[in-house]
C-alpha cells in the first residue's frame, strides 16, 4: 500500500461500487478522501464504511453548475478519480436509437469532460486525473457498440489531455466484468448465469472485484511517473 499522507483524493462517483472501494483503499493510505454522488443517502451509508480522513459531498457531474459548487466547497485538491457511471446504451444497433446514444454520452463521456473542466482550477498541478473506461471499448464484444463509443471517447480525450495538461498527469483504468452492486438489481440466478458465461471466455477463468481495480487505480495515483496510460483489468478480455 502506498503512503498518500496529506494529500487530498475527490472521488467523483464514490459512494457505491469501485468508486467506495478506492476511497476506502486510499483513506487507509493516509490520504484525505472525499466522496462525492448524487445521493445522499448513499453517500452517509458510504462515509460510515470509510476508516480514516473522508468527506462527502453531492453532486451531479452532468450539471456544470453542480460541479463548480462542489469544487468550491471542496477547495483544491492533489488527485481527481471519476468512476462515476451512467445510463449505459446495451443492445445492438438496431435496438439503440440515436436518443439513448447521446444519453449515454451525455452523462458520462460528456459528464466526465465537465468534471476535469471544474477541476482543473483546484487541481494541484503536478497532481493526477484517473478515470474509469470499460473493456467494451478495448474489445468487439457483440451489442456493446454504444459502450465501446462512450467509453472510446473517454480513453482517447485523456491521451490527449495527458498532452495539454502536463505536468497534471492523466491516466485511463479500463476494468472489464467487475462484481459490483451495479449488477444487483438482476436476480440472482440471471447475475450467476452472466457472471459464469463471460468468465468461461476469460484467461484467468472468472470475473473480477473490485479491489483489484482499486491496486491498478492506487498505482496511476501514487506512481508520479506514470502519465498518458491505458490499464486493463478485464482477466485477459482483449
Known sequence: MKNLQQQRVLIIGGNTGMGLATAQRLALAGAEVIIA????????????TIKGIASAYTVDFSSEESLQNLFARVGHIDHLVVTASSSAAWGSIRDIDGAALLKAFEQKAVGYWRSIRAALPMLRKDGSITLLSGAASRTAIANTAGLAAVNGAITQMAQTLSHELAPLRVNVISPGLIDTPAYDDLP?????????????????????????????????????????ALIDVDGGAR
Open 37 to 48: 454522488g448524487r445521493s445522499q443517502a448513499k453517500l452517509d451509508a458510504a462515509l460510515a
Open 188 to 228: 440472482a440466478d440471471a447475475k450467476a448465469g452472466l457472471f459464469a458465461d463471460i468468465a468461461k471466455n476469460l484467461l484467468v477463468g472468472r470475473t473480477g472485484h473490485s479491489d483489484e481495480v482499486v491496486d491498478a487505480i492506487e498505482f496511476v495515483i501514487s506512481n508520479g511517473f506514470t502519465t498518458n
